[in-house]
C-alpha cells in the first residue's frame, strides 16, 4: 500500500521552461510534505517542504504548491537548468507520531527529471 | 568533508552469506536510519535509531539486525543473505527534534548491494 505516489516516471524540459513534479497521497494525518533531489551515485539531498497548513512554499527556483483537497503537491522549477537534471522524490511524514512512527519518511518512487540545453 | 558517510559503495556476495554496511555521520545528530530502495525504485525506512534506542523497526526480516554502538554509527547487518536483498541501501541522519518542523534527513551515498 503506497501512500506516497509519483505517477510520472520521467520528464523532459528544455533549459528556461517550467519543470512541474507531481505527487499523490492518501494519507490524511500526514503534516509535512518535502522533495528530495538525488543525482546518480549519491545519496537524496533535501531541496524543500511545506507543512499542511500552508498551501505554497518558495525558495528561489523551486515553489511547493499543496491542495489538501485533492492529496496531491507538486514541485515547479522556474526557470529550469541541465543541473537540476536528477531524479526527484516526495516524501510525507507525520512529524508528531510518536512510537514506531516517529520521524518516519514516506517516499514515493521518485521522476526522472531531464532538462536539455 | 563527507556528513554521512556509507561503507562499502558496493558490494557483490553470494547467496547465504552475512555480510555488514557501516554508517557514520559527523554532523552530531542523535536519530540515524536505515532505508532500502528496492527495484521499483521505492525508498523504504527499515529502522531507526535515536541515542543508540530503536524507535523505528518496519517490517523487516530478521536477518537484518542494526547495531548503533554510537551516536554517531549505525551498521546494518545481514544474515543469510537472499536474492531479493539485492538493493541500494541508504543510511541517513536527522537531528532529534522532528516533531513540530519540516524535519531534515541528511542522506549517505548508498551501498550497492547485489546478491548472486
Known amino acids: 500500500d503506497q501512500q506516497v505516489k509519483q505517477n510520472s516516471p520521467s520528464l523532459s524540459v528544455q533549459e528556461g521552461r517550467i519543470s512541474i513534479l507531481n505527487c499523490d497521497y492518501t494519507?490524511?494525518?500526514?503534516?509535512?510534505f518535502l522533495w528530495y533531489k538525488k543525482y546518480p551515485a549519491e545519496g537524496p539531498t533535501f531541496l524543500i517542504s511545506?507543512?499542511?497548513?500552508?498551501d505554497k512554499n518558495e525558495d528561489g527556483r523551486f515553489t511547493v504548491f499543496l491542495n489538501k483537497s485533492a492529496k496531491h503537491l507538486s514541485l515547479h522549477i522556474v526557470p529550469s537548468q541541465p543541473g537540476d537534471s536528477a531524479v526527484y522524490f516526495c516524501?510525507?511524514?507525520?512529524?508528531?507520531?510518536?512510537?514506531?512512527?516517529?520521524?518516519?519518511?514516506?517516499f514515493g518512487q521518485g521522476t526522472i527529471l531531464t532538462v536539455h540545453p | 568533508d563527507t556528513a554521512v558517510s556509507q561503507t562499502p559503495k558496493y558490494l557483490v556476495t553470494q547467496m547465504g552469506n552475512d555480510k555488514s554496511i557501516k554508517c557514520e555521520q559527523n554532523?552530531?545528530?542523535?536519530?540515524m536510519y536505515w532505508y532500502k530502495q528496492d527495484s521499483k525504485k521505492f525508498l523504504k525506512i527499515m529502522f531507526s535509531?535515536?541515542?543508540?534506542?530503536?524507535?523505528i523497526n518496519e517490517t523487516v526480516p530478521n536477518r537484518f539486525s542494526p547495531k548503533s554502538p554510537d551516536k554517531a554509527h549505525l551498521n546494518l547487518h545481514i544474515n543469510s543473505l537472499e536474492l531479493g536483498d539485492s538493493a541500494v541501501y541508504f543510511c541517513?541522519?536527522?537531528?532529534?527534534?522532528?516533531?513540530?518542523?519540516?524535519?531534515?534527513?541528511?542522506f549517505g551515498p548508498g551501498t550497492r548491494l547485489t546478491v548472486t
Open positions: 494519507n490524511s494525518m500526514f503534516d509535512y
Open positions: 541517513a541522519s536527522s537531528r532529534q527534534a522532528l516533531r513540530g518542523g519540516p524535519p531534515q534527513q541528511y
Open positions: 535509531y535515536n541515542n543508540k534506542e530503536l524507535i
Open positions: 511545506i507543512s499542511s497548513i500552508k
Open positions: 554532523l552530531g545528530h542523535d536519530t
Open positions: 516524501a510525507a511524514i507525520i512529524a508528531n507520531a510518536g512510537g514506531t512512527s516517529y520521524g518516519k519518511l514516506t
